[in-house]
């Protein structure tokens, strides 16, 4: 049975978050796992004391080998599919969750609040675009989401600051509200080498790993309609962008070149804020 994309569309734009299904084929996926895997291994037990509630948060700079799979044609196809044109990519991650390791903190991944007129726009300026290398349920840390928190004020946005922080990621204070569970937080059970695409501006985070085995996931952020922007959020989001793959080999330079956020104006960079304000209600 095909996907229904403009069901789809309608979730995501909704509820901030939806799946869609077998994306990434098994030769790409086995792929994706040995270059998670190979880095994993890489990382330090300071690495992951630093990272406790991440697990990892290794940047693309460090991940050449992703070129290929930031390239996805399944994914290019299915953001148009979708209706996102004129989409370009900046970052990419390897978040991997241990053995046995506690929950990620709430946070949203937005970083213009303050000055991009499409922050609070139905069609985001933000996408995640999530592959688990694991079939992923609440047992060993699956997404978990709160409806609707990309267009509307939650109470947690009052509690959580900028979220992320170097405490936070240690987790040094586990009675937090950074770590709570809400009522209306909604889990997000994926299969290896599904999409789970969700708007950047959502509060989201992940369960505990409760299991005896790792959780890796690749996280990218893809912004569509790139070009109505604000020539600052363009020139933000376009220096994070050429930052992480300004020292990669050529080769993998080229295989993305055309999908990387790409402002060359002269506008200044927006300042990144990752807090909504209070125009967001």
């Not at 086995?30 to 992951?48: E, K, Y």
């Not at 000055?115 to 995640?128: H, K, T």
């Amino acid at each position: 049975m095909g996907v229904d994309w403009a069901a789809r569309r309608a979730q995501l734009q909704r509820d901030g978050v939806c799946i869609i299904e077998d994306v990434l084929d098994d030769a790409m996926l086995q792929r994706v796992r040995a270059i998670a895997a190979a880095q994993i291994a890489a990382l330090s037990a300071d690495d992951r004391r630093e990272q406790r509630s991440t697990g990892s948060m290794v940047a693309n700079r460090h991940l050449p080998q992703l070129a290929e799979l930031i390239a996805w044609p399944g994914t290019w196809d299915a953001l148009t599919r979708l209706g996102y044109a004129d989409c370009k990519f900046s970052r990419a991650y390897l978040i991997s969750k241990p053995p046995h390791s506690p929950q990620l903190f709430w946070h949203q991944d937005f970083t213009a609040w303050s000055g991009e007129p499409r922050a609070g726009d139905e069609v985001s300026p933000q996408l995640f675009a999530m592959f688990y290398l694991v079939d992923t349920d609440r047992a060993n840390g699956c997404l978990r989401i709160i409806p609707g928190s990309h267009r509307k004020r939650h109470p947690l946005h009052d509690q959580l600051g900028s979220a992320h922080s170097d405490a936070s990621r240690r987790m040094d204070d586990p009675d937090a509200a950074l770590y709570s569970s809400v009522p209306d937080e909604r889990d997000l059970p994926a299969r290896a080498g599904d999409l789970v695409l969700g708007d950047g501006r959502a509060l989201h985070a992940a369960h505990a790993n409760t299991t005896a085995c790792e959780r890796p996931l690749i996280t990218l952020w893809y912004h569509p309609d790139f070009s109505r922007l604000r020539e600052g959020t363009q020139r933000q989001i376009s220096e994070l962008a050429r930052a992480e793959v300004e020292h990669w080999p050529e080769r993998n330079r080229r295989t993305v070149a055309s999908m990387i956020a790409d402002y060359s104006g002269d506008a200044p960079a927006l300042p990144r804020d990752r807090v909504p304000g209070p125009n967001f209600v």
